[in-house]
Antibody
Framework: EVQLVQSGAEVKKPGESLKISCKGS????????IGWVRQMPGKGLEWMGI????????RYSPSFQGQVTISADKSITTAYLQWSSLKASDTAMYYC?????????????WGQGTTVTVSS | SYELTQPPSVSVSPGQTARITCSGD??????AYWYQQKPGQAPVLVIY???ERPSGIPERFSGSSSGTTVTLTISGVQAEDEADYYC??????????FGTGTKVSVL
C-alpha cells in the first residue's frame, strides 16, 4: 500500500526550531516529487514547496522562500519541513503529498497531517 | 502572485447538480486539479489533468476546462459530497497554487 506517514503533533514556543517528517512507503520514493501544504486554522490550502528526493531538487512558493527549508533523506524514504525560528503565525496543519509519476497526475497520495502549535 | 479564484460557497439539494468554478489567467497553459476535503481529514484528489478521474472516485464527479476557467461538476449530489473543494494548477515548472476554496453545502 502506498502511503505517507507524518510525524506527530508539535507544541513549540516562538523562536524555537522544528523539523517535521513525512515517511513514504509502498513505492519508489526517489521517483516521485513530495510537496508540502499549509492549512491555517479555519483557512484554505496553501502551497509551500516541493522536493524531488532523487536529486533533492527543491522549488519553493515565493510566499515561503526563506521562511522554511524542505529536505529529504532518500536512504530512509523521508521528507522534511523545518523552521529555524518559529512564529505564532506558523500555527497550522501541515500536509505532505506525493505528486503522481507524471506532472499531470496531481497530488495523488496525502499524509495524515501534522499539527504545529506555536504559543508562548 | 498568481491567484486562482473560486466562489466561497455553493448550496445544492440532494440529487441536483453542483458546479464549482475556478478562474485563473494561466489555466489555458497548465492543467487543473481538484481536491475534496472533509472536516478533520486530509484532501483527496478527485480530478486531475482537467477532466480525468482517479480510480475509486465516483463517476458523478467530472471536470471541464474553457479558457481561463475550469469547472468541477458533481452530478446527482449526495449528502456525503458536502465538503470543501479546492482547485490547483501550476504557476511555473513544479510551482503550484491552490484556489481559494469552495464550501459545498447539501441542503
Amino acid at each position: 500500500e502506498v502511503q505517507l506517514v507524518q510525524s506527530g503533533a508539535e507544541v513549540k514556543k516562538p523562536g524555537e526550531s522544528l523539523k517535521i517528517s513525512c515517511k513514504g512507503s509502498g513505492y519508489r520514493f526517489t521517483n516521485y516529487w513530495i510537496g508540502w501544504v499549509r492549512q491555517m486554522p479555519g483557512k484554505g490550502l496553501e502551497w509551500m514547496g516541493i522536493i524531488y528526493p532523487g536529486d533533492s531538487d527543491t522549488r519553493y512558493s515565493p510566499s515561503f522562500q526563506g521562511q522554511v527549508t524542505i529536505s529529504a533523506d532518500k536512504s530512509i524514504t523521508t521528507a522534511y519541513l523545518q523552521w529555524s525560528s518559529l512564529k505564532a503565525s506558523d500555527t497550522a496543519m501541515y500536509y505532505c503529498a506525493r505528486r503522481g509519476y507524471r506532472a499531470e497526475d496531481g497530488m495523488d497520495v496525502w499524509g495524515q497531517g501534522t499539527t504545529v502549535t506555536v504559543s508562548s | 502572485s498568481y491567484e486562482l479564484t473560486q466562489p466561497p460557497s455553493v448550496s445544492v439539494s440532494p440529487g441536483q447538480t453542483a458546479r464549482i468554478t475556478c478562474s485563473g489567467d494561466a489555466l489555458p497553459k497548465h492543467y487543473a486539479y481538484w481536491y475534496q476535503q472533509k472536516p478533520g481529514q486530509a484532501p483527496v484528489l478527485v480530478i486531475y489533468k482537467d477532466s480525468e478521474r482517479p480510480s475509486g472516485i465516483p463517476e458523478r464527479f467530472s471536470g471541464s476546462s474553457s479558457g481561463t476557467t475550469v469547472t468541477l461538476t458533481i452530478s446527482g449530489v449526495q449528502a456525503e459530497d458536502e465538503a470543501d473543494y479546492y482547485c490547483q494548477s501550476a504557476d511555473s515548472s513544479e510551482t503550484y497554487v491552490f484556489g481559494t476554496g469552495t464550501k459545498v453545502s447539501v441542503l
